[in-house]
T-cell receptor
């Protein structure tokens, strides 16, 4: 399977605990994105990597959130001291970054987080 | 930043009828507009996209139109089928930066058999 894969698919955690999500992008895609989606809303941008460099972070990404892409391949998104408002689906996406006119992004299946 | 608005939020059509979903954007620099279909609990999947150098693109029963002057673009689905039932999202981005895609709030389409 050459699609974007995410793990775990579902996570239930108690408030205050830390959680980490992993994303494996499509092979050779150098751009990787994290989005958050809540029920009835479109995906909201969180952060973006080009290779291993984190180039942009949304204001939505509080200090409790950190993302890494250490070798320019897979990425992790960690949420520390989770709050109930963090409950959402966390979507990872990747793109090739080539071709100047249009840059299609492909999403993974998402990681559902429920904070109780 | 860019602001994408999408209407309607829900849409019900009879099987075989057409469905139209409209989006507007605010940043005239946006030049790439994809549409995604998301079934319940699944990933958003790209169904069609359009770049600002064309006004219309068609792929079988799906078409997208773009009016750069008015800053709006629309998704048209003809001969709808029950399997078209899903949530559809429009998005806008500036391709030379490619770092942010701004999504609409989605349209829940129900095709009634």
């Amino acid at each position: 399977d050459t699609g974007v894969s995410q793990d775990p698919r579902h996570k239930i955690t108690k408030r205050g605990q830390n959680v980490t999500f992993r994303c494996d992008p499509i092979s050779e895609h150098n751009r990787l994105y994290w989005y958050r989606q809540t029920l009835g809303q479109g995906p909201e941008f969180l952060t973006y990597f080009q290779n291993e460099a984190q180039l942009e972070k949304s204001r939505l990404l509080s200090d409790r959130f950190s993302a890494e892409r250490p070798k320019g391949s897979f990425s992790t998104l960690e949420i520390q001291r989770t709050e109930q408002g963090d409950s959402a689906m966390y979507l990872c996406a990747s793109s090739s970054g080539t071709g100047g006119f249009g840059n299609t992004i492909y999403f993974g299946e998402g990681s559902w987080l429920t904070v109780v | 930043g860019e602001n994408v608005e999408q209407h309607p939020s829900t849409l019900s059509v009879q099987e075989g009828d057409s469905a139209v979903i409209k989006c507007t954007y605010s940043d005239s620099a946006s030049n790439y507009f994809p549409w995604y279909k998301q079934e319940l609990g699944k990933r958003p999947q790209l169904i069609i996209d359009i770049r600002s150098n064309v006004g219309e693109k068609k792929d079988q029963r799906i078409a997208v139109t773009l009016n750069k002057t008015a800053k709006h673009f629309s998704l048209h689905i003809t001969e709808t089928q029950p399997e078209d039932s899903a949530v559809y999202f429009c998005a806008a981005s500036i391709s030379n930066t490619g770092n942010q895609f701004y999504f609409g709030t989605g349209t829940s389409l129900t095709v009634i058999p």
